[in-house]
């Protein structure tokens, strides 16, 4: 193994660990409901705080720590969401867990950005974004076997176990990075002025509303996969857990399958599983409740939603090339603000009517993500004719 594909997989462990974190609690909002005697709105808090504290905070966070040694950044991280699930595990005051959900998000879009650039840095330059594949590829392995595997064990157990299973992951983790990533890559300290002039960039300001609105898109539904199943499609607590083992199968598939076409064409890569967020909600709307049906559903919904965040990054990073570690803290920032907005949509219809009205949010975001890729698309596509006129005029 190339010590940049080592580097990328070590990165990748982390990941797994961070997202078994942040989306583990999906599966298990029902039972946590239910303990705490709160609506199902009201514990998808503990999501949507998280991913507001990413939103708000990530990239003057990655700039801070942007001159640090990447493998002291990437195990103070992780150690932190060890502490975090290991507190969480003991069923504190909601207002305590709600605190300690809360904490690791700080540094979570830290360690994404550090993980990536430890990895590219590593590879050469055609091998980019395969490299930020196999880092964000940890989402999709996430969910193929700690979160639904997290959520089996709840359903058999208590929703306490979930945590415990979250801990697990992060200390294999962290004696991995400890191990294997190097020690004393320390990059040179960005400059808030250099990175922060790409936000005069149309066309990263349109990719940056792109990954937002997609984000929203995808959660305003995904937020309640386990409440929306049990609701709308008769499923039981315990078919949830596989039927995220499913989601997550089909999604590592396709976010490989994302990883080949990128190197091909971003924009149609991104406009392809973009398609989903208007496919996926007009299914659940307009299909029926049979077992089957809800089967072929969750794999084309997983094989759409998988590569989101991936997608996400290198649409934005392709509008900036040269700020790879800020462009990828944005993309994180945006992303998790994509979260809070959608699952906070998800919440107020749920509270204002019924959740099998959720898909519809799903569908309006959809649609606006879409039409920032169009734009953006239409804005370069003037960019290079002005270049053409101003280059025939000059000879």
Do not use: H
């Amino acid at each position: 193994m190339k010590l940049n594909k080592k580097i990328a997989y070590v990165g990748c462990l982390g990941m797994i660990g961070i997202i078994t974190t942040e989306f583990g609690i999906i599966g298990i909002l029902p039972q946590i409901a239910v303990y705490y005697g709160i609506t199902i709105d009201k514990a998808a808090y503990l999501l949507s705080a998280f991913a507001l504290v990413i939103a708000l905070t990530g990239p003057f966070m990655t700039l801070l720590f942007s001159g640090f040694d990447r493998k002291k950044i990437m195990l103070a991280t992780i150690f932190i969401f060890l502490l975090s699930t290991v507190v969480s595990a003991f069923s504190p005051p909601f207002w305590l867990l709600m605190i300690v959900r809360m904490l690791p998000a700080f540094l979570q879009p830290v360690y994404i950005a550090t993980a990536i650039a430890a990895a590219v840095a590593s590879g050469e330059k055609s091998q980019e974004n395969q490299l930020m594949g196999i880092v964000l590829g940890g989402i999709a392995l996430a969910m193929v076997t700690t979160v639904p595997f997290a959520t089996y064990l709840a359903s058999i157990f208590t929703w306490q176990i979930s945590f415990f299973v979250q801990a697990i992951v992060s200390a294999l983790a962290l004696f991995t990075i400890f191990r294997i990533m190097p020690a004393g890559e320390i990059p040179e300290k960005k400059s808030y002025g250099s990175q922060i002039k790409i936000l005069k960039d149309k066309s990263f300001v349109l990719s940056t509303a792109m990954n937002f609105f997609m984000i929203a898109s995808w959660f305003s539904t995904y937020s309640y996969f386990a409440d929306y199943l049990i609701k709308n499609r008769k499923v039981d607590m315990a078919a949830i857990s596989y039927l995220l083992l499913l989601f997550g199968i089909v999604g590592v598939f396709s976010n490989w399958l994302s990883g080949k076409m990128l190197t091909k064409s971003i924009t149609k890569t991104v406009a392809f599983f973009l398609s989903g967020t208007v496919i996926i909600p007009v299914i659940l709307i307009y299909s029926g409740d049979s077992i089957w049906i809800t089967i072929m559903l969750v794999a084309i919904w997983g094989f759409f939603y998988a590569p989101c965040f991936l997608n996400a990054s290198a649409y934005m990073i392709s509008a900036a090339p040269k700020s790879l570690e800020f462009a990828n803290s944005l993309a994180t920032s945006f992303g998790n603000l994509g979260v809070f907005l959608g699952t906070a949509a998800g919440g107020w219809i749920i509270s204002q009517s019924t959740i099998s009205n959720v898909p519809w949010a799903g569908m309006g975001f959809g649609i606006l993500s879409l039409l920032m890729v169009a734009c953006r698309s239409i804005l370069e596509s003037k960019n290079k004719k002005l270049i053409l006129i101003n280059t025939v005029s000059n000879t």
